[in-house]
């Protein structure tokens, strides 16, 4: 049973998302969080997360903290599920770039460009032009990162664009990739379970 520690309205909503497109049996544990933008809230003791933030899980013993762990640990565990391609399928080595990219290029680039800090900043500047030029270049591709098949990379990158739309410029395939991901059942399911927790705040679902 994998234990999901869950604040409402957060990066953990995402992956209840993600449970419900696997289809395995979890249980979601309410934690508390520091809500930065709101000052409110704050870490809760019966979180293991070591920074006492959300996303975490427990499975078979074992504690994953970081969206991108989570994901890459819950995709190779449920293999048989489809959404992450396995070592020896030739789609592996683009999976992995796009989900080790998502937080070490793209997630930066969209707060950059929410701090308002890509004017002041050629390498933020860069960096930013960078990421949206690699989404729509692989859009301008195929309907999914990888090719025809939804995977749990485009789970992750389509969950963010859709909370950060107004950070990137204006563009039917990125809006039409949006809709495409973000309104299957198991992510419309995800959202209503993540209301009927309690929904803390108002507005954004990625960061506190
Ligand atoms: N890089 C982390 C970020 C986790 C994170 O910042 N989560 C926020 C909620 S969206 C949080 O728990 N904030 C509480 C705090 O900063 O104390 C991940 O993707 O898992």
Known sequence: MIT??????????????????????????PVSIFRPMTGEGKGDAANPHPDKRVPAIEHDGQLLAESVAIVLYLGDAFAERGLAPQPGDPRRGAYLTWLAWYAAEFEPAMFAAFAGELDASPLKRRAYDAAIHRIE????????????????????????????????????????????????PAILR???????????????????
């Open 190 to 208: 995800g959202q209503s379970l993540d209301e009927a927790s309690g929904a803390q705040g108002a507005g954004a679902r990625l960061p506190a």
């Open 4 to 29: 999901l520690y869950h604040a409402p309205q957060s990066r953990s909503t995402r992956i209840i998302g993600l449970l419900e497109e696997l289809g395995v049996p979890y249980t979601i544990r």
């Open 137 to 184: 270049a692989a859009l301008a591709k195929s309907p999914y990162l990888l090719g025809d098949a939804y995977s749990a990379a485009d789970f992750l990158v389509a969950s963010a664009l859709s909370f950060g739309r107004h950070a990137f410029p204006e563009s039917a395939a990125i809006d039409a990739y949006i809709e495409r991901c973000t309104t299957r």
